[in-house]
């Protein structure tokens, strides 16, 4: 099945989706169907590990949307594993450099291209060998993001950007500032200066971001900013957002 996740970036689209951290199916399935039509899967700061990373994928699916893993790391055992397990748009944090941007795009890439270990006639990701010609198109359906989050990550920027196989920056904003000691202080000056090196560079190069919505940074400026994917709610903060509403109009109501 083709990425079409991939295909709408690519194509200049500008995306907007959701974060799934409960790790429910259920919940996954309810986000697709209530509008949100891209959904990350946090393995990085939610409740799921890789391992149930499957059901969350095929529930998203299921329900018509795409679905991005975000891994919690960007070892070769971990990336391999999502792979194998039908991951076709994998977000890794951290990447703060040319050198682990290889180390990960390697890590995804069969031979000759990369060391990723073949198995490719019993995975989920090749329909457990039904998909014939899975290995020849594997890497034309991935879709790779590195996290531009570390100041690090914003000098080296351009070549983690010319790697071959990222084919996205996604820029995470919090952790940013809090590498040069302004963590939570996005509307700093220092952190916007930040920012605006990466969009910057991200049009020179010709390049796609990423990134949160968050502050004064919402979805249209955000577009505007050159941002083609945009993330926003998760199901966590919408849950207890609507209960606390609830608790409140109860309290009204009883006195």
Not at 99 to 121: E, F, I, N, S
Request: hydrophobic share 45%; charged share 25%.
């Amino acid at each position: 099945m083709a990425n079409r996740l991939k295909a709408r970036l690519t194509a200049g689209e500008t995306v907007c989706g959701a974060w799934l951290e409960f790790g429910s199916p259920e919940v996954a399935e309810a986000m697709v169907r209530a509008g949100w039509d891209v959904i990350v899967v946090d393995c990085e700061h939610g409740c799921a590990g890789v391992e149930a990373a499957t059901g969350l994928i095929r529930a998203v699916e299921g329900a018509g949307g795409e679905a991005i893993l975000r891994v919690p790391s960007g070892d070769d055992a971990t990336l391999k594993r999502a792979l194998d397990r039908g991951a076709r748009s994998i977000m890794v944090p951290m990447v703060n450099d040319a050198a682990t941007a290889r180390q990960v795009a390697t890590a995804c890439l069969y031979p000759p291209l990369g060391r990723r270990g073949y198995a490719a006639p019993i995975v989920r990701a090749s329909g457990f060998g039904a998909v014939a010609d899975y290995r020849a198109n594997a890497h034309d359906d991935l879709f790779l993001m590195a996290q531009i989050e570390h100041v690090s990550a914003v000098a080296d920027f351009e070549a983690i950007m010319a790697t071959p196989g990222v084919d996205m920056g996604f820029v995470g904003p919090n952790d940013l500032a809090g590498s040069i000691g302004l963590l939570e202080r996005l509307d700093h000056a220092d952190v916007l200066a930040q920012l605006g090196r990466i969009e910057a560079a991200a049009r020179a190069q010709g390049k796609l971001i990423g990134t949160i919505t968050g502050q004064e940074r919402g979805w249209k400026a955000l577009e505007k900013l050159g941002y083609r994917l945009i993330l926003g709610p998760n199901d966590i903060s919408l849950l207890t957002a609507a209960a606390r509403a609830a608790a409140a109009e109860r309290d009204r109501e009883m006195g």
